[in-house]
Nanobody, 131 residues
Framework: EVQLVESGGGLVQTGGSLRLTCTIS??????????IGWFRQAAGKEREDVGC????????WIVDRLKGRVTISTDNAKNTVSLQMNSLKPEDTGVYYC??????????????????????WGSGAQVTVSE
């Protein structure tokens, strides 16, 4: 069974930093060739992409509005992917989710992969940025 667990969420003041970790189980034998994504959802709002990383070569994509404040990294030995967020703002508040995309015929149709290419996701971690 594939499971994704996000950790590291919490309450932080504006300007602070937070590091979220996504721990993935059930895909250990495939972990070196996955795309792990992060997205967030604020209360009453649509889902927003944050970014993603390809575990084979650490190729990363970050959504334009978060570039410079967000870094995604992978630790293939631990089957984890981390999301480092700096200079946090109240508008960064929301539930942060990680999701997983497995390759189709060895690769992905798009970069970054389309949302429909992600097969599994976690239950999310709450991030609250206070004024």
């Amino acid at each position: 069974e594939v499971q994704l667990v996000e950790s590291g969420g919490g309450l932080v003041q504006t300007g602070g930093s937070l590091r979220l970790t996504c721990t993935i189980s059930g895909l250990e034998d495939k972990f070196d060739n996955l795309v792990i994504g992060w997205f967030r959802q604020a209360a009453g709002k649509e889902r927003e992409d944050v970014g993603c990383i390809k575990t084979r070569d650490s190729k990363t994509w970050i959504v334009d509005r978060l570039k410079g404040r967000v870094t995604i990294s992978t630790d293939n030995a631990k089957n984890t992917v981390s999301l480092q967020m700096n200079s946090l703002k109240p508008e960064d508040t929301g539930v942060y989710y990680c999701d997983v995309s497995e390759p189709i015929s060895g690769g992905w149709h798009y970069w970054p992969p389309a949302n429909w290419e992600f097969d599994y996701w976690g239950s999310g971690a709450q991030v609250t940025v206070s004024e």
